[in-house]
């Protein structure tokens, strides 16, 4: 769906490109994470696919088309979740999304969403009396307003309690379910873990990886099992080798005759695999 | 969707007590002026009827004024909200979003320039005049609006903003007291041309360097290219 080559960019007035020439695709119906440490080029990429910064060198093919051109119409079918809401905070819920739906030839219902985010009772309240996560919600739904086909999510659960960021990444689940296809910006790596097919971990501009989550765990593992067991009133540890489990006897000898409290493979999380890619610890 | 997009903005002006009470401030001034000047001159016992022609030029511009600052904190509100980054990934331009604005903001300022006048109610002006002096009036209150937009960044500023451009038509007004060549030194102000048309149209008897139709076409032309040049300055500043 798009292809990314050698994009380029540099903000006017800065000395160094924030894009230092980054390429990588992603496809319909996946959900692509883009992931990295803040002021690193993730949202200066979204912008960058979304139009909102022009003047890029490199490519950036959309559909099989260069993106510079397309008209304006190429918004009817894309939704843009931005980190910051963006809403016009002396109307109220209902009065926004009525506005933004307004702005498309075709439209989602509001009310679906609204009760699934749980902000229909509210409907009426003005934004500017919002909490800082009821806004985060409904600046979701503002991006789901046009029903499109592709959204750009930036930071979508930033601000949630964990019951709200649940619903909120079980309707981009939903939605990439339903065909959709997702570009989701997040230093959240629980969030990534959940939803993304694929991802790339992006650091001073650059890309530094590029794969599934499942993969990069393996990858940057090791291919070790770690046992945990009791020994008499002590708790004792052993580490095997994966590659040569079935030929090692002690490991089948601990797994009979002593009583096991933990088995973990090697297997690393995507917090390690950020802090050691981009250098940088996540803010979960 | 333009009676639509209209009543969001309605909604979001009355909403603010600032903008709802300029939406309404130069029909305010124009009720003061006709019941104050009548009182006024009755009670010194001095007659402003060789002033009236001014008094109704500092209500038109006061109006294109008070409506250029309601477009232009409107404007304002949306920066903060970031709307703007809204607006550029939707099928809608930047140049048609805002346009719709300074429309909005042309028509609305020449109904109140229109209804201020026949609420002043001081002196005879000629139809042609009481309609078509309006619209080079008004065609400046989108100047006005951006540039509140050019300076400020809230509605602090925007308010300090919108009193500087307000200092603008005191320039117009003062050149309604020269009626030989040296009017001309006011001809920079966009507004001038405008108040000298409409002095020619209520002082028949009096002579000016012009005719109603040497300076009102002028005036036109003028705010219409400032408009043009204004506007290109303000969408670079809004965008980035």
């Known amino acids: 769906m798009f292809k990314v080559s050698d994009l380029r960019f540099k903000y006017p007035g800065n000395k160094e490109d924030t894009i230092k020439g980054i390429s990588f695709g992603f496809d319909k119906g996946e959900i692509f994470g883009f992931l990295g440490p803040s ?41 843009v979740g931005f980190e910051m809401p963006v809403l016009f905070t002396k109307l109220t819920a209902m009065e926004n999304l009525k506005f933004y739906r307004d702005l498309y030839p075709k439209g989602a219902k509001i009310k679906p969403i609204l009760e699934r985010l749980g902000l229909w009772e509210d409907r009426n309240k003005r934004v500017a009396a919002f909490s800082k996560g009821m806004k985060s919600r409904l600046n979701f739904a503002r991006a789901l307003i046009n029903d499109p086909e592709i959204l750009f999510l930036d930071e979508p659960t930033s601000g949630l309690d964990p019951t709200n960021a649940r619903i909120v990444k079980d309707m981009i689940s939903g939605f990439r379910e339903n065909g959709g296809t997702v570009f989701l910006t997040t230093h959240l790596m629980h969030d990534v873990d959940e939803l993304c097919d694929r991802v790339a971990f992006i650091a001073d501009g650059e890309i530094r990886e590029i794969s599934s989550p499942k993969n990069l765990k393996l990858r940057y593992g090791k291919r070790e099992i770690r046992l945990e067991y009791r020994e008499g009133e002590r708790l004792e540890k052993a580490v095997f080798d994966m590659d040569t489990l079935k030929e090692n006897e002690n490991f089948f000898k601990l797994l009979r005759g002593k009583d096991l409290v933990t088995i973990h493979s090697g297997e690393t999380t995507l917090d390690e695999i950020f802090i050691k890619v981009t250098g940088v610890k996540s803010d979960e | 969707m333009a009676i639509k997009y209209i009543m969001y903005e309605l909604k979001k002006w009355l909403r603010d007590p600032m903008i709802s009470f300029l939406l309404f401030y130069s029909l305010i001034l124009a009720a003061v002026a006709r019941f104050g000047v009548p009182f006024a001159e009755e009670k010194f016992n001095f007659s402003l009827e060789a002033y009236y022609h001014i008094v109704i030029a500092v209500i038109l511009m006061i109006s294109a004024v008070a409506i250029g600052a309601v477009i232009g904190f409107s404007i304002l509100d949306d920066r903060d909200d970031k709307i703007l980054y809204a607006v550029e990934v939707s099928p809608v331009s930047f140049d048609v979003f805002m346009g719709f604005r300074f429309a909005v903001c042309f ?63 005191v320039l117009p007004i003062v050149s309604m007291f020269f009626t030989d060549f040296k009017e001309f030194f006011f001809g920079f102000e966009p507004n001038f041309w405008a108040v000298k048309a409409l002095s020619v149209a209520m002082l028949p008897n009096t002579d000016f360097n012009l005719g109603f139709w040497g300076y009102y076409p002028v005036g036109v032309i003028f705010v219409l290219a400032l408009n043009i040049v204004v506007y290109k300055i303000f969408k670079k500043k809004v965008i980035n």
């Open chain 1, 39 to 79: 002021g690193m080029g993730k949202s200066t990429t979204q912008k960058l696919l979304t139009r909102i910064l022009k003047n890029y060198g490199g490519e950036i093919i959309y559909r099989g088309k260069d993106l510079k051109s397309y008209d304006k119409s190429i918004f009817k079918d894309v939704g």
């Open chain 2, 107 to 169: 028509i609305l300022s020449y109904i109140t320039s229109v209804v201020s006048i026949l609420i002043v109610n001081l002196a005879e002006i000629p139809l042609y005049a009481l309609l078509l002096v309006p619209v080079s009036v008004s065609l400046f209150s989108s100047v006005s609006a951006m540039f509140v937009n050019f300076f400020a960044s809230n509605k602090v500023e925007g308010f300090a903003m919108m009193k500087a451009s307000g200092m603008i038509i």
